[in-house]
């Protein structure tokens, strides 16, 4: 045999090696592609819709019960600047309700009602109101370490944090969250789920941490994931049947909601999860009902108040931080509450108001200065036009 014709058939064997790798890794590498480009212009708004065409998923069941209905009320005229924040931010949806009807709701960028929208970090209030059920059956101890319900992160930079510093973002865990940075844990960690990684292995891999747990409060979205661990060891269920049994179930949703999950199935607990705008709002009237819905008893009403009230070490006249919620600059304490998601997704209720607003976007310039805080004026202007309307 020629030395021609012996590399001839050894670059033949390796293009089908190469064709067969590529056929058995295809889904990883969609997958990968989809993390790559989510953000794009020309692909956000259709990508946030459509999260289950691209990634591994698992449906959160609704139950055979009926939808739960969310009346029609006096419709509400928007206050002055509302269509410039829709162009400006780029809005999806909006809906609003006032103690329980719908006053406005509209959908815009080719979105629909029917749209199974991305939480993002929405998702972390959920598993709050997960995490409330439990508690209440004494299953978690606040103050005992993470490594008793999750024992994987035993001698990791988790090993020493309570329940408790996890679930107010105090665990002093070193994780870069810059959505922008190709490098950052968290882009890092968008990567395993796309070629199927384990999160659980992800989470206990962390070695670094800048602060002793308790001691500072820093946003960081892994300690969602190991709220998640410390639930699915307490109660040895995974979260989508926690909180398809639990949440989604008696609240009579339209939709079946799912989440993103790892290559294990692992609910992708801090940021996962993908509902209809409507749905959301079902969730926030429950929580603005003290837990209650349709005469039953959701999740304690001790544990909502606990869970909203600003609780974490956050610095004086910022943002505050509870269980997994917001609490907006210069709100009352247990009176504003946020759940929010990166790219403009905001889950607002004012209690003292009885107005639940939902909103969804894909805006891409949401880090911007000034930003939140736009938001955040628009939520409180539109919250002032339905107290007017109603006369409260």
Known sequence: MTVLKWLGRMALAALLAAVVVGVWKREELVRLWAVQTLFNEDRIVANFSNMDAAFLTRDVARGDGPVSPLPMGPQLTMPEGFGGWLEERAITSVVVLKDGARVFEDYYKGTGP??????????????????????????????????????????????????????????????????????????????????????????????ETFAAPGEQWKYTSIDTHVVGMVIRGATGQDIASLMSERIMTPLGLEQTPYYLTDGVGTAFVLGGLNLTSRDYARFGQMILQDGAWDGQQIVPADWIEASILPSAKTQEGKIGYGYQWWIPVGAEPGDEVLGRGIYGQYLYLDRSSGVVIVVTAADRQFRDAGAHAQNIEMLRQITARVEAMSGT
């Open 114 to 207: 029917d749209d199974r929208r991305i939480s993002w970090s929405i998702a972390k209030s959920y598993l709050s109101a997960l995490f409330g059920t439990v508690v209440a059956e004494g299953l978690i101890d606040l103050d005992a370490p993470v490594t008793q319900y999750a024992p994987a992160l035993a001698g990791g930079a988790y090993d020493g944090a309570t329940v408790l510093d996890v679930l107010q973002m105090e665990s002093g865990i070193t994780f870069n969250e810059d959505y922008l940075d190709q490098s950052s844990d968290i882009n890092r960690m968008g990567r395993i789920i796309a070629l199927g990684g384990e999160m659980d292995g992800f989470a206990a891999g962390l070695t």
